[in-house]
């Protein structure tokens, strides 16, 4: 099952009143699992930034101009979500931008249907209960401190943390029903894991390592462990 975690930063509130998307970020979940891949995307929104937003992300107009319109990586965008649900906070929000600028590009709306509503389900579970992103970390233990301003992958990336949680947490098979291994295209990243630059030190005392040789030594010449140890 791939589910698509979403996000996106915008001018203001209002696209039919002229806001724009200005960043979409997005975490790729296979089976509730993180699959390492992502897309990220900063957006020309052809028009100033008010002040206001820019305090809430960062993003000014001297940083987005060089960045592409929307129309020039929104079918990028569509390939990589495809038909998968799309995992958002307040996705009222966020589709009404992204069938916005869909509109505009003369491209296929996105279905609400297609969208799963995680503010919607932190509020059944918990009513009564603050459920923005930030309470929900604090809720589930979730580190979200390098989140000084909103970052649509950083945010995409807590909330799939955060989403995990309130389905329960689990993922059901491991990841070993299905092979995830998919090509990184244009706007998206993949994470690899690197070795250690040091090896980790031996967390075993002298005096239990020299307990277990002896241990070891008791069991005689056809012990498996001095075949394979």
Known sequence: MREIVLDTETTGFEPMQ?????????????????????????INPERGMPQEAFEVHGLGDEFLADKPKFAQIGQAFLDFIQDST??????????KFLNAELKWMN???????QALDTLDIARKRFPGS???????CRRFNIDNSSRTLHGALLDSEILAEVYLELIGGKQPDFGLSANTETE???GETRWRAQPRSAALPA???????AAHSAFVESL?????WKKFG
């Open 86 to 95: 799309l995992v958002i906070h307040n996705a009222a929000f966020d589709m």
């Open 184 to 186: 990184a295209k244009p």
């Open 18 to 42: 002229g806001d724009r998307i200005v960043e979409i970020g997005a975490v790729e979940l296979f089976n509730h699992m993180p699959t390492g891949r992502t897309y990220h995307q900063y």
């Open 203 to 209: 967390r075993i005392t002298e005096k239990e390592a």
């Open 107 to 113: 491209a296929p709306q996105l279905p609400m249907s």
């Open 220 to 224: 005689g010449d056809g012990a498996l």
């Open 130 to 136: 603050p459920a923005s992103l930030d309470a929900l």
